[in-house]
């Protein structure tokens, strides 16, 4: 399995960005992809996931970020509106095999390389 995120950079507080992530894997519509972040000097953070059976997201991000899958090109997205400084950090896409909506990094194997978003005020 294999992830390589793409989108990130810097955006004003307010505004939006949008992230991908490129997924390979034999078995994208049985699996559960997420995003998490990590901000510097914190502990990575579950934002999102998204599977078959539905979505969740962290009330961090709850009403602000949408999580969305392309089953055609094996896809996953990362809508984020309203963003805050606080939302700076950098993110990384993860699929895990299963469609269980977990939200802890210790059960995702596969990981992207993550993209830095900086949220200026």
């Known amino acids: 399995v294999q992830l390589q995120a793409s989108g990130g950079g810097l955006v004003q507080a307010g505004g939006s960005m949008r992230l991908s992530c490129a997924v390979t894997?034999?078995?994208?519509?049985?699996?559960?992809l997420a995003w998490f972040r990590q901000a510097l000097g914190k502990e990575r953070e579950f934002v999102a996931v998204?599977?078959?059976?539905?979505?969740d997201y962290a009330d961090s991000v709850k009403g602000r970020f949408t999580i969305s899958r392309d089953v055609i090109n094996e896809a996953v997205s990362l809508q984020m509106s309203g963003v805050k400084p606080e939302d700076t950090a950098v993110y990384y896409c993860?699929?895990?095999?299963?469609?269980?909506?977990?939200?802890?990094?210790?059960?995702?194997?596969?990981w992207g390389q993550g993209t830095q978003v900086t949220v200026s005020s």
């Open positions: 993860a699929a895990r095999d299963g469609y269980t909506l977990l939200s802890t990094a210790k059960n995702y194997p596969y």
């Open positions: 894997t034999r078995t994208f519509s049985t699996s559960a």
């Open positions: 998204i599977s078959r059976i539905g979505r």
